[in-house]
C-alpha cells in the first residue's frame, strides 16, 4: 500500500548548524504537508506543499517539493533551542486522510 | 482561528472501566474528524475517520466496538474507550478538517490516558 517514508528518525545537532529532514512518498502525492511537535505537545501545521519542484520558506525553515512530487525535505538553518522538537512530514490518500512519516526528532546537543 | 479542544487532557482509569473523550472545533465546522493514537516516540497512527452525523470509519486492526465513535454535530466528535486495559494506556490525539481547506487538518492538544 501506499507509504511515507521519513529520515533520518533522529538528528543530533549543535545549536546554530543546520537540520535536515527527508520525506519519500512511494506514490505521487496531490500535495505534502509538514507538522512540528514539540516535546509533550501535540502536531502543530507548518505548511503545505502543492506544486512540483516547489519552494517556499517560512524565516529559518525551508520547505520543497520534488519535481515528480514524491518526495519532500524540510531545512532549518542555524538551529535554535525553540526548533528542538519531532518534525513530521504527511501526504494525502484518498478521502482525505493522511498518511504521516515517522518523523525526525531534532535534538540540540548541550 | 482554526481551533481544536479535547477534554480531558489527562485521565486516569481502572482497568475494566470506560472512558469518554471529547474532541471540539471551537470556531468552525468540521465535516470530518479524525482520531489518532501516539506511543511515546512513535509517529500518530490513525484510528479512525468520522464524519458527522454517519458512522466513523476504522482503520484495519482498530476495534471498533472497544473504540467508539460518535460524530453527533459539525463541531463534536466522542472517543469512548470501553472496559479499559493498561494496553489501551495512550496519547490519543484528534484532528479535525474545514470544508474547503483540503488535506488542511487542526489539532486537538490531546488527552492523556492511563489506565491503572
Known amino acids: 500500500g501506499q507509504q511515507v517514508m521519513q529520515i533520518p528518525q533522529y538528528q543530533h545537532v549543535q545549536e546554530g548548524e543546520d537540520f535536515t529532514t527527508y520525506c519519500n512518498s512511494s506514490?505521487?502525492?496531490?500535495?505534502i504537508q509538514w507538522y512540528k511537535q514539540r516535546p509533550g505537545g501535540h502536531p502543530v501545521f507548518l505548511i503545505q506543499?502543492?506544486?512540483s519542484g516547489e519552494v517556499k520558506k517560512q524565516k529559518r525553515l525551508t520547505f520543497q517539493f520534488g519535481e515528480a512530487k514524491k518526495n519532500s525535505s524540510l531545512h532549518i538553518t542555524a538551529t535554535q533551542t525553540t526548533d528542538v522538537g519531532t518534525y513530521f512530514c504527511?501526504?494525502?490518500?484518498?478521502?482525505?486522510?493522511?498518511?504521516w512519516g515517522a518523523g525526525t526528532k531534532l535534538i540540540i546537543k548541550p | 482561528g482554526a481551533v481544536v479542544s479535547q477534554h480531558p487532557s489527562w485521565v486516569i482509569c481502572k482497568s475494566g472501566t470506560s472512558v469518554k473523550i471529547e474532541c471540539r472545533s471551537l470556531?468552525?465546522?468540521?465535516?470530518?474528524m479524525f482520531w489518532y493514537r501516539q506511543f511515546p516516540k512513535q509517529s500518530l497512527m490513525l484510528m479512525a475517520t468520522?464524519?458527522?452525523?454517519?458512522?466513523?470509519?476504522?482503520e484495519q486492526g482498530v476495534e471498533k466496538d472497544k473504540f467508539l465513535i460518535n460524530h453527533a454535530s459539525l463541531t463534536l466528535s466522542t472517543l469512548t474507550v470501553t472496559s479499559a486495559h493498561p494496553e489501551d494506556s495512550s496519547f490519543y490525539i484528534c484532528?479535525?478538517?474545514?470544508?474547503?481547506?483540503?488535506?488542511?487538518?487542526?489539532f486537538g492538544p490531546g488527552t492523556r490516558l492511563t489506565v491503572t
Open positions: 504527511a501526504g494525502p490518500k484518498s478521502n482525505y486522510q493522511l498518511i
Open positions: 506543499l502543492v506544486k
Open positions: 468520522s464524519n458527522e452525523g454517519s458512522k466513523a470509519t476504522y
Open positions: 506514490t505521487t502525492l496531490s500535495n
Open positions: 470556531d468552525f465546522q468540521a465535516t470530518t
Open positions: 484532528s479535525a478538517e474545514t470544508s474547503g481547506r483540503a488535506y488542511e487538518q487542526y
